[in-house]
């Protein structure tokens, strides 16, 4: 199972001392965050993309890319990859070229992003978001599995004979997670397409969650990808750790309160019962952790929400810290319970070739069955 971080990349103000970082230390500061996750045996960073204030991801390739040339072993993503405002051709060519610099230690995830603004900035009409996100995903389907595409559809100019360059590492494109909080289309694109479906799973109760994810797992059995407790599935995540729990809610209470996202609503006590928020000790998060396959089966990938709402980054860095112990325990405990039939891993580069490779060696095993029966 892989286990990781992801940043919506956030510029707040630390309301316990009053300080803001700059634009440039926040996207500094990203890279050591990802570095550390790497040191403390994580699997997976991944970033957010907004093109507004107080928001510094707007290039996440770039940032990505600069991560993967100082690591050696983690996976770099997305924790949303604009699909219904970014151009497909430039979605294929920007994420091929790092699927190149990584050595293939990419996937990403397609959204639509919690930002209504950012849809007349980029000449789309928020009314069709679901429909933007469903062509533009069909047309990049096609970019990075065809040399040449003719393709014409109703939110972008048609495409005639076009090559989308670079094409994808060793011919195969990055595998895609569909996100989303509340939107069953969504899941029902993830499920036709037989990719991963990561529900976000940090703002809504559980009960929630395990319908969209319900949904996706029984479609993409409809579609013939699998078993459904085969499908892939990511779940999002966000704690704040301390040995003990009583020091955890002490420190992280201002930090919630004044949150641009949740602050001045639901106490933090109503909103760690109410959903999977877990402020306590490496123990709580483990047992409340290990709680979400209760309701979303088995899972392949887990992602924490970490450096936010005015963290100062040495805080973030002792969290993951404390994560890395965590994580130590999560994966064995998790492993244990898993039937074998189902995956332990979202599928990765190195396994795709494998399995395509086997694949390969199975057509020419039949072949030499062929030829042997005609002689």
């Known amino acids: 199972m892989q286990f990781g971080i992801f940043t919506v990349g956030d510029v707040t103000t630390d309301p316990t001392t009053g300080r803001t970082p700059s634009e440039h230390e926040r996207i500094v500061d990203t890279i050591a965050i990802a570095k550390h996750a790497e040191e403390v045996g994580l699997d997976v960073f991944a970033t957010g993309q907004h093109h507004n204030p107080p928001f510094v991801p707007s290039a996440p390739t770039t940032t990505l890319a600069f991560i993967a040339a100082q690591t050696r072993r983690l996976i770099l993503s997305t924790s949303t990859t604009l699909v219904t405002t970014t151009d497909p051709v430039r979605i294929a060519e920007d994420y091929a070229t790092l699927q190149h610099l990584s050595e293939g230690r990419m996937d990403l995830m397609m959204g639509r992003g919690n930002?209504?603004?950012?849809?007349?900035?980029?000449?789309?009409?928020?009314?069709?978001?679901i429909e933007l996100a469903i062509e533009n995903y069909a047309l990049l389907h096609r970019l990075w599995r065809e040399e040449n595409v003719d393709w014409e559809g109703h939110f972008r100019t048609p495409l005639q004979g076009f090559t989308s360059t670079p094409r994808p590492l060793d011919d195969l494109p990055p595998f895609v997670w569909h996100g989303s909080i509340r939107s069953p289309e969504i899941a029902e694109q993830a499920a036709y397409y037989g990719d991963g479906f990561f529900a976000n799973h940090i703002f809504w109760p559980a009960s929630h969650t395990a319908r969209m994810v319900r949904f996706y797992r029984q479609r993409f059995e409809h579609y013939g990808h699998g078993r459904a407790d085969q499908a892939i599935v990511g779940l999002g995540g966000q704690v704040y750790l301390a040995r003990n729990s009583q020091d955890a809610v002490r420190e992280f209470?201002?930090?919630?309160?004044?949150?641009?996202?949740?602050?001045?609503?639901?106490?933090?006590?109503?909103?760690?019962?109410?959903?999977?928020?877990?402020?306590?000790?490496?123990?709580?998060?483990?047992?409340?952790?290990?709680g979400f396959r209760e309701y979303a089966g088995d899972y392949q990938r887990q992602l924490f929400l970490l450096d936010h709402a005015g963290l100062p980054t040495a805080t973030v860095l002792k969290q993951l810290d404390l994560?890395?112990?965590?994580?130590?325990?999560?994966?064995?405990?998790?492993?244990?319970?898993?039937?074998?039939?189902?995956?332990?891993?979202?599928?990765?580069?190195?396994?795709?070739?494998?399995?395509?490779?086997?694949?390969?060696?199975?057509?020419?095993?039949?072949?030499?069955?062929?030829?042997?029966?005609?002689?």
């Open 115 to 129: 930002t209504g603004p950012v849809y007349p900035w980029f000449g789309k009409d928020i009314r069709q978001g």
């Open 253 to 290: 209470r201002p930090y919630f309160d004044n949150a641009p996202v949740y602050g001045h609503g639901p106490s933090l006590e109503e909103f760690t019962a109410q959903t999977p928020l877990t402020v306590g000790s490496p123990q709580q998060v483990i047992e409340r952790t290990l």
């Open 323 to 375: 994560l890395g112990e965590v994580v130590r325990e999560l994966r064995p405990a998790f492993e244990a319970v898993r039937p074998a039939h189902v995956p332990s891993d979202p599928p990765t580069h190195v396994s795709r070739l494998a399995e395509r490779a086997a694949g390969e060696g199975d057509e020419a095993a039949s072949s030499d069955d062929v030829e042997l029966v005609s002689a």
